[in-house]
């Protein structure tokens, strides 16, 4: 038995990598196979891109005017494409090119971030563009009922506001804290009731396609690669009120055997588990000392710092060294070009930064670049939304050669 | 502009990854790349397997017999197969099948391993058959040069016992111990002079190919996972006077950004720095205390610990202890299915295994097998010759699609 895999790279416009791989038993035949690489290399080339003459198509594939044309009409036939309008600048000789566009419509990614104090919600079409955007604070204190209720609410409500059929929806994930196994159950010592169960299976009623779980610190890894930072290997620090780390390992999602990697903090001689709590229990001043929301009082202490206030300024470096810590752990051991400072503290990277920088220079032999995320609160569920769009390019060139590629059968529940 | 890689996985006995990968643009025509593909089929069904007639040819690689024969006589014209007669029992009808053998003596590879206590050369053929192994004990006191002189002559050694001519070595790799950067320069603290050579380079005189140079610990990883254990995530850990460790991550070896994956070590608050030294130093009996050779005392403590001596079992319980500190931030870092115990003290895996087994349960969410090395010393040197391998076949399908598939293009330097 023989596999063959390919990928295609396609220099194309479309936002996150534009690779495209695929496997399937070469008892086909040879034809079979050339005609699903060029029927990929044409989506490919129109997806993420505006519309294109055939021209173009057959330049940007390598294939023969004939032979694009050909696999054009079929992937017209399929749904996956359309013709569209000539402009008048074409209309050269008195005959416009036709020219021919990624029905981007035919179906849609979800990316669901359901996070102790945030539930948000993006969706996109399959060129990658952002169709609709929602959001709804709610308590770390919320029970796993109320979180999961309010999730339901502001997907539908996504969902509507584009006016998108839940059926249209081919692909989603969540990100949300804790250890989440295989199977999507999740452990967590933060979300009250959030062990045990499966948030993704939840949301069924809402969203009739399979939701991938993942951790939240792992997916935004992910997006920070995708909307900003090139890096083989990279960790994204999450650092707030807790800290967590996700890995994206020789350009992939490495969230371990068990759902467990990046969790650090689990060695508790590195200081991670109350780091952030003794932070903001600094006494600067009343206002700080009588704040119920420690994320409010680690801002000040922060602010404190950038003040000169003495007390703040010794928080901030002890809080540094014990970040330092767990990330001089992961660093020795991935040795990662990048490590990206994101969370709630990420406001406060003009104080981190530095520190870190020096604190893991004295300790590993080969010190990474660090920076700011430039996702902020989105990280996660823009990483949720990469993912699911990842798992429609891995069904659409995964699919058996002998299924014809259309799109009820990438849909695929 | 449009690039396809492809992947064959073919199952066929050779040793290690059966799996063939390359890429090329397609600005070629599709024939270049189906000629392409199926001479790779051929020749990846033939490497490694016993000689096999046409028919077999055809049914592994979903050729048709016609195509099967094309390919296997232009193949064999440019020197890559040979025919090879018939068993007696093959003649059925008078006439007996003809029979093509993949020429493994085409080419060879070489791992080497030069390390504190030992210079290890091991060279297979191209079906990865190995052919010679050699081995010289050194002094992790000896000189730079001394050590390289002696590298040098175990090598001239190995080749001649083999009758093989340095001119036909495709491809070798190194491994040693400390941090290599890309450029094969080394940073090590345990050998003499080592620091700021690259000790690829220096062996030209015997090796005209370019040498890969590669920390011990992460070679040892690889030919682990090629000779015995299967797991897409897992940790080598060279335990013994020094301590290390090498990484796999999605299947490959994980050498990080700078080459200093795995260097844990760094990080003194686990206590891995001086945990080995401390041990062998435990006060057991007149002849503990007075050896000259460190090895041989931790070997005593161990076998003074197995005899329950209170000591003995205190020191190995803290030994384990410091070990797994370090095993936990690198498991709670990738969350790997399999930690493998090698190095000198690989023969103490009957006390360690349980103790870290133990120790990593308390503090991981997701606690991995561990076991110990099957390859024992010989670890680094055939995680050096699977690397060499590797780049024979990543040469072989990586070649520009206008360049003939002939040996030599692969030998290629």
């Not at 990330?327 to 070009?337: F, S």
Request: glycine share 8%; charged share 20%.
């Amino acid at each position: 038995m023989l596999i063959i895999t390919w990928l295609l790279v396609v220099d194309a416009k479309l936002e996150g990598p534009a690779v495209v791989t695929g496997s399937f038993p070469r008892a086909a035949t040879d034809q079979t196979l050339l005609r699903r690489v060029n029927e990929l290399s044409v989506l490919a080339a129109l997806r993420g891109n505006e519309p294109r003459p055939l021209r173009e198509v057959a330049d940007a594939t390598g294939l023969s005017w004939r032979s694009a044309q050909v696999v054009t009409e079929k992937l017209g036939a399929q749904g996956w494409l359309a013709e569209t309008e000539a402009d008048a600048g074409d209309k050269r000789m008195g005959r416009p090119a036709r020219r021919y566009r990624f029905r981007a419509e035919v179906g849609y990614a979800v990316g669901l971030d359901v996070g102790p104090r945030q539930v948000r919600v993006i969706i996109a079409d399959l060129a990658a563009t952002v169709v609709s955007s929602q959001q709804v604070d709610v308590s770390p204190e919320d029970t796993a009922d109320a979180r999961l209720a309010i999730a339901e609410q502001v997907l539908r409500a996504a969902l509507s506001a584009a006016g998108i059929q839940p059926d249209d929806v081919w692909a989603a994930a969540l990100g949300t804290s804790g250890v989440v196994a295989p199977d999507g159950t999740i452990t967590s010592v933060l979300l009250p009731g959030w062990t045990g169960l499966n948030p993704g299976t939840r949301l069924a009623a809402a969203l009739p396609c399979p939701v991938a779980v993942v951790n939240d610190a792992n997916l935004a890894a992910l997006a920070e690669r995708w909307r900003g930072f090139s890096a083989e290997t990279m960790i994204y620090l999450l650092v707030g009120m807790r800290l967590g780390a996700g890995l994206v390992v020789g350009g992939s999602l490495h969230t371990g055997s068990g759902g467990a990697a990046g969790e650090i903090g689990m060695l508790r001689e590195l200081g991670w588990h109350d780091a952030a709590r003794r932070l903001a229990a600094t006494p600067i001043d009343a206002l700080t000392m009588s704040a119920e929301d420690s994320d409010l009082a680690a801002m000040r202490v922060f602010q404190a710092a950038r003040d000169a206030h003495p007390a703040a300024l010794a928080a901030v470096d002890r809080f540094a060294a014990d970040v330092a810590r767990g990330v001089a752990a992961m660093v020795l051991t991935v040795d990662p070009e990048l490590v990206v400072l994101g969370g709630s503290f990420s406001h406060a990277a003009d104080l981190l930064l530095p520190r870190l920088e020096a604190l893991l220079a004295e300790t590993c032999l080969h010190t990474p670049r660090l920076a700011a995320s430039e996702l902020g609160d989105n990280a996660v569920a823009y990483g949720a939304l990469r993912l699911a769009l990842d798992t429609v390019n891995q069904r659409m060139t995964s699919l058996d050669s002998a299924t014809p590629l259309i799109p009820a059968a990438i849909r695929g529940y």
